[in-house]
């Protein structure tokens, strides 16, 4: 259905109000077109920058249906991409390492636990074997404390043993003494004599 009339409408991207001509309404409807949000002076303009797309990084001219970057500046991200990539791998492998130095180092570290805590109930063993011979040395002086009266009763008596030898040796000493002054002065002969008178008394 054609329009009769001209009609006014607000412009979507710069909100200014357009006129749209009875000439153009009618033209939009023979193409099957809704009738244009735009006015004239942006529907020129964004059809101009449809056509000349430049590029996003350097702004250089593209043609049109391109991509968003030149060649150059694709190239370029590509690079910088691929060396990031490159980087991050680095990171990972450094971090990789270091875990593994990680866990080795925890390895050695049970390790030396296990050894300190070997080390620690042998030491312990050692603590209670000493412990019980401490208490065997305790109750032997114990047990001596309750044998020191036989001791001192059997000291007591090889004392008295010994001052009875020592007068036993005085008294030997001392007839020794006597018998060699009674005979010092007595020949050969006359003991010889004394000892037949004395053989003979006892054969009678």
Same mark, same amino acid.
Not at 1 to 21: P, S, W
Not at 147 to 170: M, N, Y
């Given at each position: 259905?054609?329009?009769?009339?001209?009609?006014? +409408?607000?412009?979507?991207?710069?909100?200014?109000?357009?006129?749209?001509?009875?000439?153009?309404?009618?033209?939009?409807?023979?193409?099957?077109?809704?009738?244009?949000?735009?006015?004239?002076?942006?529907?020129?303009?964004?059809?101009?920058?449809?056509?000349?797309?430049?590029?996003?990084?350097?702004?250089?001219?593209?043609?049109?249906?391109?991509?968003?970057?030149?060649?150059?500046?694709?190239?370029?991200?590509?690079?910088?991409? /691929?060396?990031?990539? &490159?980087?991050?791998?680095?990171?990972?492998?450094?971090?990789?390492?270091?875990?593994?130095?990680?866990?080795?180092? &925890?390895?050695?570290?049970?390790?030396?636990?296990?050894?300190?805590?070997?080390?620690?109930?042998?030491?312990?063993?050692?603590?209670?074997?000493?412990?019980?011979? +401490?208490?065997?040395?305790?109750?032997?002086?114990?047990?001596?404390?309750?044998?020191?009266?036989?001791?001192?009763?059997?000291?007591?008596?090889?004392?008295?043993?010994?001052?009875?030898?020592?007068?036993?040796?005085?008294?030997?000493?001392?007839?020794?003494?006597?018998?060699?002054?009674?005979?010092?002065?007595?020949?050969? +002969?006359?003991?010889?004599?004394?000892?037949?008178?004395?053989?003979?008394? /006892?054969?009678?």
């Amino acid at each position: 259905m054609l329009k009769d009339a001209d009609i006014n +409408l607000t412009c979507r991207q710069c909100g200014k109000e357009f006129v749209l001509t009875r000439a153009e309404q009618e033209f939009y409807e023979l193409k099957g077109f809704s009738l244009p949000s735009r006015c004239k002076k942006c529907r020129s303009t964004r059809q101009t920058q449809l056509q000349h797309l430049v590029c996003s990084q350097c702004g250089t001219e593209l043609e049109k249906g391109t991509s968003l970057y030149c060649t150059a500046c694709l190239e370029s991200a590509h690079l910088e991409l /691929e060396q990031k990539t &490159k980087q991050i791998k680095m990171a990972a492998s450094a971090t990789r390492t270091k875990l593994e130095a990680s866990e080795s180092q &925890k390895a050695e570290l049970a390790e030396l636990l296990r050894q300190k805590e070997q080390l620690v109930a042998e030491l312990e063993g050692e603590v209670n074997r000493l412990s019980e011979d +401490l208490d065997k040395v305790q109750q032997f002086y114990a047990a001596a404390g309750w044998l020191q009266p036989a001791l001192d009763d059997i000291g007591k008596r090889l004392g008295d043993l010994e001052h009875a030898q020592r007068e036993i040796t005085s008294k030997m000493l001392q007839t020794i003494r006597i018998m060699q002054e009674r005979y010092e002065n007595i020949s050969l +002969l006359e003991m010889i004599k004394r000892n037949l008178r004395q053989s003979l008394k /006892e054969g009678a």
